[in-house]
């Protein structure tokens, strides 16, 4: 069946209005869906949209095939939709990679049987100019017909059911409202956050001891960033540093808190506290051209020793970004930074490259120390990382310990370092130094 026989107006009226038509599939448009819509208010239906590949992918194959395979692929999942839909269903090409036709009736919390056929016959590849593309689409649904929501949101909610569908195993979702709360929260985060790096006061600086388990000495702290946001109050770092790290935010995030860090470890060097700084970068850091060169002027414009700096990098993350990251690990720490293994044991740890990056200290991961006692299997295995770690020339230091049963059994093992919440929580720099007083 001919893509052109699923237009439902003539081709003169698509010449009095090119911006009907898609150019790429010769079907009705988003902005003819749009005008379609707007009589579809009276009777329940679902909005269903499906998309034909994660735009990652896409990009990938046009950067590798060029514009005109990749149109050939869009024209051939085209193609395949309107064959299992038939003629009598009109078909809109809203996005991209993106189609959207409407079913009567809705059938929530199921699907129609046509949204399995859809699923079914994209689980084949899909061939364009003889060349076959795996692709595992998406496919949106919303109930529409509802007072107060218009095509557009409509639209838009199907969009963001066909990307959460990404994460199921039936290849397809209805719109969650949660979810979509959730996305929306997460873009505004994004979009503040890039207004908060410049603002005054709303982000901060909390710092969280480091204490040696034997004498209880504080000698280092860790910086960890705080966000107190002007309508929303206090943001958790677990949630707005994730979003930041897969953005080019991380880069003014991190410039941030180097920032803020090397200005307090100046203060406290200048007050005679023999205090060391740790601060949080991203692998994507350590590819940034002048990253180096940022953390050396902080350091000279302050007057900091470097030896006063640890550059704390996440494990998992590390040993995957390979020789690169490794060369810059070794340039930082020959310029006299030290260097941590962050999270140590979060993930599916490679152990052989311990032997390989050029790191002073190794941090093990708060999951395996709380509630660690002695004899368990958890209590075996954080015994083996520390003995594994000093043997290797690491220092060793146990996040997350709450307890003094958990501090005894630590050091007892040769821990050199805890940090948690039964030394201190995060403090800003005031209240650290009124608890470093006191010791």
Known sequence: MGLAALRQWTVEDARRDPSRLDPITVLPSRRQFLIDAGSWRSAPATLVLVTLADARVFSEMLVALGHGRADAFIRAGAKRLAEVLGHGTAIYHVDVLSFAFRLPGNAEPGAPATIDRIAAAFREPVMCDDVPFDTRIGIGLRGIGRIGSS?????????????????????????????????????????????????????????????????????????????????????????????????????????WVVDAATRQAAIWQHEGLDLS???????????????????????????????????????????????????????????????????????????????????????????????????????????????????????????GIETEDERALLAAWGCDYGQGWHFGRPMPAGVFADWYGSK
């Open 151 to 255: 095509p557009g949101e409509d639209l838009r909610a199907a969009l963001a059911a066909s990307q959460d569908s990404r994460g199921g195993r039936c290849g397809w979702s209805w719109f969650d409202r949660k979810r979509d709360e959730a996305h929306r929260r997460a873009f505004r985060l994004l979009s503040d956050l890039k207004s908060a790096l410049t603002a005054d006061r709303q982000l901060e600086l909390h710092y969280q001891p480091k204490v040696r388990l034997e004498s209880g000495d504080c000698t280092s702290v860790e910086a960890l960033l705080r966000w107190t946001h002007p309508q929303l109050g206090p943001v958790s770092p677990g949630e707005f540093v994730a979003l930041a790290e897969t953005t080019a935010l991380v880069t003014p995030m991190t410039r």
């Open 277 to 399: 700084v740790a601060v949080n970068i991203s692998p994507k850091n350590l590819e940034e051209a002048d990253f180096v060169e940022y953390l050396l002027f902080c350091c000279a414009a302050r007057r900091l020793d470097r030896a006063r700096i640890e550059l704390e990098i996440t494990e998992g993350i590390s040993a995957a970004r390979g020789v690169a990251i490794q060369e810059r690990l070794q340039t930082l720490r020959g310029l006299g930074f030290s260097i941590a293994i962050d999270d140590f044991g979060s993930g599916y740890s490679n152990m052989s490259y311990l032997t390989r990056l050029s790191a002073h200290t190794l941090k093990i991961d708060q999951s395996l120390v709380r509630g660690v006692e002695a004899g368990s299997r958890g209590g075996m295995l954080v015994s083996n990382i520390v003995q594994m770690g000093r043997d290797l020339g690491y220092r060793i230091v146990a996040e």
